[in-house]
């Protein structure tokens, strides 16, 4: 995989960055995102492919990019296909300041070192180049706008965002509900998308115990979860019971 061209989990972050603030959008389901991102990136490069409500690898072939790597060296380790909601729904130690590490040496976002209450230490993270990130805003943009089925990876990037709950910081407000609800629908573009997706709901909703019902071939828009938050047009996921995400790094994310 070359390095010429952002990655999901980048451009996911990417999104959830505050210009103003520095501080990260819906901090600790994005951690979930950031997982589940990965998946789809491995898939686009032909590295995973889904098999039902699961998750095979393919071909182990490294795809240069060293944090995918390794989340492809721990599926090829599990030995045989792993349900994307278990995969997603496990400990990512600090894989989202492990994406903000790499764009601030990547020259795309810079460290701002703060205090809380005057006396803990903070890092906040804004973007340095701001045309990167309205260039993917302006593509989810246009996919909502026009109708027209977006590529793969903007599609699922905008089901990566509805699931956690980007919408409502993307498209804030009641003029923009109906984005928010457009922003959702484009889940069904992308099948791979809309799996992972789906996982991370399920895992916020603490549904990654229920194993999902495979869906028809050509089936229409996926179900949406029981979650009040989530079956709301707005997008905004519920909270994860999983303790094991306490643990995650929350740099930025105050």
Known sequence: MGRSRRTIPEELL????????????????????????????????????????RIAVV?????????????????RRRGSPVRAVHWIGGPRLGLRQTYLTHLERCGMVHAVAGQMCGVLPTTRYQAT??????????????????????????????ALA???????????????????????????????????AHAVMDVQNGAAAQPRRPQAAGAGAPRQPASRATADAAGAPGQSRHGGHSRMARVGAR
């Open 14 to 53: 990417l999104l959830a960055l505050d210009p103003t603030t520095g501080t990260t959008a819906q901090p600790q389901s994005l951690d979930l995102g950031l997982a589940g991102a990965q998946l789809v990136e491995l898939a686009l490069a032909g590295r995973i492919a889904p098999d039902g409500d």
């Open 59 to 75: 071909m182990a072939r490294p795809t240069g990019d060293p944090t995918l790597d390794s989340a492809l060296e721990l599926l």
């Open 129 to 158: 180049e701001t045309a990167i990130s309205r260039e993917i805003r302006a593509r989810l943009d246009n996919a909502i706008r026009t109708g027209v089925p977006p590529d793969p990876r903007t599609a699922a990037l905008a």
């Open 162 to 196: 509805h699931a956690v709950g980007l919408g409502k910081h993307l498209y804030p407000g009641n003029e923009g509900r109906s984005s928010r609800s457009r922003l959702r629908d484009l889940i069904r573009h992308d099948p791979m998308g809309g799996l992972v």
